[in-house]
């Protein structure tokens, strides 16, 4: 055989391959960073240009919007342009608009350059994937991944700790301007790892399948954000949108069943694996980021924490990814089916402990089932990487890549959108509840300290604002029990998969 036999172990990788390995970490380290530095600053940005909660969640949803639309066009420009010119293109690109994110003078600026900052960064995650699958042998591709995974996790835990430092000493425009120098070492660093892997291939581009599948994506997401605003299917725009999403939808089935080299491969989905690693990957992308765009809100807008508290609490995530480092390579080669049901059940049972929270959550219980989400993501996303790819023929790899990875993102930014929904819908309808009890007549009002007395202006103003409190509370808990009902159900889906058989010792 070709390979290295498994003995070897980690002393069996060879010199160009650690380099490789730490570029794919830089690279995913750049991209973990942004997301969770943009969650952080997204109160004093909201604060900046004057934006409504579901105003400012544009900055995350339309990001991985583009990061969706843009990764399944990741293995045709990979053949096109080669590794080295890829990942060196789409890292400057990425560096770049994060560096315009930090000067926006506007909300509308901002949202363009954080939708060219996903458009960019699309092909990082895929490309780092599919590169450590082709060059690392199958016995060392769980280790490989695991140690991949190092570079994503690690821009999330250190990204909302020294982008709360950088706000502190200048304000939220640091924390995109510290992404740039990171950048600048990656560049570097791909121009070498990647040195010889220049190889071109001239494969024609199905643009009617990428625009109809652009289309669908793009208008499946103006529905879920705007249809809380413009009052569902009573406006026009939203029936706009929904038509032509099913039409674009429909248009790219056809096309894709009836061309002869389309977009995306249909016959992808003829591996067992890999659909339903699809599938689950869809689901941990709904579980991943959605947390991460409520509780700074939560903790600044109820709670009135500072930004190095915030990022703090939230880093309790990465360090749960880490401690799944320590033992996920040993249990995803004997046991990979039960490790991808028990993070999906650890991720439950996060969300389930955040939908007990109310409006005097302790640090503790933040800080704790924030880590839960993050070991969960950990301990079922390496096994379920491995699974959905282990059967697919090399070549197909870089595309399964990115369909896999556009799936995670789109099920990112769809459930985003979803979360915010049930948050301003839920405050919204429980603020008319709550405010029904507000009345002279009930005795209770009678007895409330002078400040609060609702027979003054300041005493009823004091009142709405905790009425608002709460029912935003109660807004946020439905959101949390909507991602525990979600990693729950989708639990039985690890069953699913099929075994394969190991590599002979």
């Known amino acids: 055989m070709g390979e290295a036999t498994p003995q070897g172990g980690l002393f069996s990788i060879s010199g160009r391959q650690w380099l490789i390995l730490l570029m794919v970490q830089l690279a995913n380290m750049l991209f973990g960073m942004t997301i969770t530095l943009a969650n952080l600053v997204l109160p004093q940005v909201r604060g ?66 954080r939708i060219a900052q996903g458009a960019f960064g699309a092909p990082i995650m895929p490309m780092g994937q599919a590169i450590l699958l082709a060059t690392f042998p199958r016995h060392l591709q769980p280790v490989a991944l695991v140690m991949w995974g190092v570079g994503a996790v690690f821009g999330p835990v250190v990204g909302p700790i020294l982008g709360a430092m950088a706000t502190d000493a200048y304000n939220w425009r640091a924390a995109f301007f510290m992404i740039v120098p990171p950048g600048l070492c990656t560049l570097v660093c791909i121009w070498f790892a990647l040195a010889g892997y220049n190889e071109r291939k001239t494969i024609a581009f199905d643009w009617t399948g990428f625009l109809a599948l652009s289309t669908s994506v793009v208008c499946a997401q103006l529905i879920f954000d705007r249809g809380q605003r413009l009052d569902w299917f009573d406006s026009q725009e939203i029936i706009t949108y929904a038509f032509t999403g099913v039409l674009a939808f429909w248009i790219f089935v056809v096309h894709c069943l009836t061309a002869e080299k389309p977009f995306l491969n249909p016959r992808l989905l003829l591996d067992r694996n890999f659909s339903v690693g699809v599938l689950i990957a869809f689901v941990m992308g709904m579980l991943n980021f959605t947390s991460l765009v409520l509780f700074p809100s939560l903790l600044h807008d109820l709670r009135g924490y500072p930004d190095d508290v915030i990022g703090t609490l939230i880093a309790a995530r990465g360090l749960g990814n880490w401690t799944a480092f320590f033992f996920i390579a040993q249990l995803t080669r004997v046991a990979p089916r039960l490790a991808i049901g028990a993070g999906l059940a650890i991720q439950a049972t996060g969300g389930f402990w955040m939908a007990q929270f109310d409006i005097n959550v302790s640090d503790f219980s933040v800080f704790w089932s924030h880590y839960l989400m993050g070991l969960g993501q950990s301990v079922s996303f390496t096994p379920m990487t491995v699974m959905a790819f282990t059967t697919l023929p090399r070549h197909q790899i870089t595309e399964g890549s990115a369909v896999f990875t556009m799936m995670r993102n789109f099920g990112s930014s769809l459930f985003i959108s979803l979360a915010v929904l049930v948050l301003v819908r839920s405050t919204s309808i429980n603020y008319a509840r709550l405010t029904e009890f507000i009345t002279p007549y009930r005795e209770a009002m009678t007895l409330l300290p002078a400040p609060w007395s609702p027979d003054t202006t300041l005493g009823l103003l004091r009142i709405s604002n905790e009425i608002q409190r709460q029912a935003a509370m109660i807004g946020y808990v439905n959101a949390f029990y909507l991602m525990a009902f979600t990693a729950a159900a989708a639990v039985p889906l690890s069953l699913l998969l099929r075994s394969v058989a190991r590599e002979p010792q």
């Open 48 to 113: 900046t240009f004057s934006a409504t909660q579901d105003e400012i969640a544009w900055v995350i949803t339309l990001n991985l919007v583009a990061t969706a639309v843009a990764t399944p066009m990741t293995g045709w420009m990979s053949n096109r342009l080669g590794w080295r010119t890829m990942m060196f293109g789409t890292v400057f690109g990425f560096t770049c608009a994060s560096f315009l994110c930090g000067i926006a003078n506007s909300l509308e600026t901002l949202i363009f350059a």
